[in-house]
């Protein structure tokens, strides 16, 4: 069983609802969940990508040039990056 939006499906309802959404609506899954790429799987990113725009253009974000170069704009490091992953940020009493 899988859990999908509150309801539990069972893997083969779940692979079917998944089919129906794909046929009757290609175009979303083309240019929404592929970008217009078809050639590839989308890529998993925790970064926003030119991609990512393109999406927000599809469902009608509307973007500005300013609002486009700040989504593209590097993330900064994170705030814990430079903290060891085996420190101890207190000591027990």
């Known amino acids: 069983m899988l859990n999908v939006a509150d309801r539990k499906l069972s ?15 290609p175009a979303t899954v083309r240019y929404y969940d592929y970008a217009g ?9 925790d970064d926003v990508v030119l991609a990512d725009v393109g999406r927000l253009v599809i469902i009608n974000a509307r973007l500005s040039a300013d ?5 593209l704009r590097p993330a ?8 060891p992953t085996r420190c101890r940020l207190f000591q027990p009493a």
Do not use: F, I
Not at 11 to 25: G, H, I, M, S
Not at 77 to 83: R, S
């Open 11 to 25: 893997k083969d309802k779940a692979r079917d609802c998944l089919v129906a959404y794909a046929q009757e609506l």
């Open 67 to 71: 609002d486009v170069a700040e989504l």
């Open 76 to 83: 900064p490091p994170l705030l814990w990056a430079d903290v």
């Open 37 to 45: 790429d078809t050639t590839q799987l989308p890529g998993g990113s």
